[in-house]
């Protein structure tokens, strides 16, 4: 007998990335009747919840414990707990904690549901004005080793390259994609999507570079980067 005949279920769902109104009747119907609700950061995810008025057991997951924790969550479901599994912002899995716990639950034969819902990059990329029928998601670049090689590897990309970054490194990334790619290449930039500031910026790398550095850069961001 497997853990989904037992009714273990691991539930990954999504959660607003900035305006709380982005969340769907199923997704909290699933956080309230969970048997607990494992968090990147239970601080968040307890404001969060208390938002909707929802009581849950929270259990930290974040980068510093995933895989300490991993199995002991897979022995729950396994022994046929129900868990919803949720980020800071957005979807569980992008750019965030979550694709060890799920490989691990596959693996015991426990039942993954994905709720559609909230995450960055899909609104950033379909207001970008770039082509979307084809794209590439590269998320946050190397910040040491491995950056240049990573950037040299897209040199002969096609596709609309989508990446997130932090304000404190957006023009570093501006301006080493201007080189490698040409002064010419389109972008646009989305930052706090959902959120009162939103603000989507188009032009070429080194126009949206010059722009942050007059104006300093805050948010988080989403960059859409045309392919050659």
Not at 99 to 125: D, M, S
Not at 132 to 142: I, K, Q, Y
Not at 167 to 183: D, S, V
């Amino acid at each position: 007998m497997s853990a989904a005949d037992l009714g273990g279920r691991l539930f990954l769902v999504p959660t607003p990335i900035g305006n709380l109104e982005d969340i769907t009747l199923r997704a909290k119907r699933i956080l309230a009747e969970s048997d607990a609700v494992i968090a990147e950061d239970t601080r968040v995810s307890g404001r969060l919840l208390q938002h909707y008025g929802i009581s849950r057991p929270l259990i930290a997951f974040h980068a510093h414990n995933e895989h300490k924790v991993t199995d002991r969550l897979v022995e729950r479901l396994v022994a046929g707990e129900r868990f919803a599994l949720i980020t800071d912002a957005g979807t569980p899995g992008i750019s965030d904690p979550g694709f060890l716990l799920v490989r691990a639950a596959v693996k015991a034969g426990v039942a993954v549901e994905t709720l559609p819902g909230p995450t960055a990059f899909v609104p950033a990329l379909v207001n970008s004005g770039l082509p979307c029928d084809r794209f590439t998601f590269e998320g946050f670049l190397p910040v040491k080793k491995g950056r240049r090689t990573r950037i040299a590897e897209l040199l002969e990309e096609r596709r609309t390259m989508v990446f997130y970054e932090s304000p404190h490194r957006i023009i570093r990334t501006l301006r080493e994609l201007g080189e490698a790619f040409g002064a010419d290449r389109a972008a646009s930039i989305s930052r706090e999507i959902t959120k009162l500031h939103e603000e989507t910026l188009r032009g070429t790398l080194p126009e949206l570079a010059a722009h942050f550095e007059a104006h300093p850069p805050k948010g988080e961001f989403v960059l859409c980067v045309a392919g050659a």
